[in-house]
């Protein structure tokens, strides 16, 4: 049976504000937060998804889960210590030198004890192989690509992938070429090993992705100038809000 993610539909639904034009959606954590009952779904949402077993899910259900699961962890996550300038400035994971809260365990599935790390390094990376997940999973940050209004569902996750791909490579925090400089996300660079292993690789990305005026200009840089990310809090709430 697959797991119920209608829960998560109606959060997004209710918080989540979308961009459009290459601004990136944000979420209202700080509503969310003063919403009680809301943050008991939540809780309750993510505590459903603990007692499901992926391994009896299909390929591309337990994919869309284990994507969903991150995402509504990295909300709970925030939505907890908020109001935060950044999640890198949640500081719970362990070791001295650690930073943000991704390698804080924070789930069980299947008798596993798992951080927002485990999930997205040592599940959907690791056993999926599809570098789309990049543009699936959020950090709760400008620089990352969009969380999706709605949860991802195994039955139509091709076309979903594809789109979210399509949303962020042809957004200025995907790519963009000024002055002749090709300057990318740097989740490209964090994560080059799996778009080729080269700067090469990346540029095959962003054309495979790239609308016509992306392409076009594509077409002139022959290397990648420089890599930037935005690590402020993609948070919906006016700044005089969030203190």
Avoid: Q
């Avoid at 797991?3 to 209710?14: K, N, V």
């Avoid at 944000?26 to 937060?33: E, I, P, S, W």
């Avoid at 570098?131 to 569902?153: E, F, K, Q, T």
């Avoid at 090709?182 to 989740?187: D, F, G, R």
């Amino acid at each position: 049976m697959n797991p119920d993610h209608e829960p998560w539909a109606r959060l997004l639904e209710a918080y989540l504000v979308e961009g459009g034009d290459g601004e990136p959606n944000r979420f209202d954590y700080g509503a969310l937060k003063a919403d009680s009952e809301d943050r008991a779904a939540l809780a309750a949402y993510i505590a459903s998804l603990e007692a499901v077993d992926p391994a009896a899910l299909s390929r591309d259900d337990a994919f869309a889960f284990w994507v969903n699961l991150y995402n509504a962890l990295t909300v709970e996550v925030v939505v907890r210590h908020y109001p935060v300038a950044s999640i890198r400035d949640i500081g719970i994971s362990p070791g001295l030198f650690s930073v943000g809260p991704w390698g804080k365990k924070l789930v069980t599935v299947s008798g596993r004890e798992l951080s927002l790390d485990d999930i997205e390094h040592g599940i959907l990376r690791a056993d999926f192989g599809d570098n789309r997940v990049h543009y699936a999973v959020n950090c709760a940050s400008v620089g990352c690509p969009d969380l999706a209004p709605v949860p991802y569902d195994g039955e139509n996750l091709d076309p979903v992938l594809d789109e979210a791909a399509r949303t962020y490579v042809n957004s200025p925090r995907g790519a963009r070429v000024e002055d002749g400089r090709l300057v990318v996300s740097s989740i490209f660079k964090w994560y080059m090993k799996d778009f080729g292993g080269t700067e090469e690789g990346v540029i095959a990305e962003l054309r495979k992705y790239a609308a016509s005026d992306l392409a076009g200009t594509l077409e002139k840089v022959s290397g990648i100038s420089s890599y930037e990310y935005d690590w402020s809090l993609n948070d919906a709430a006016e700044p005089e809000k969030r203190k």
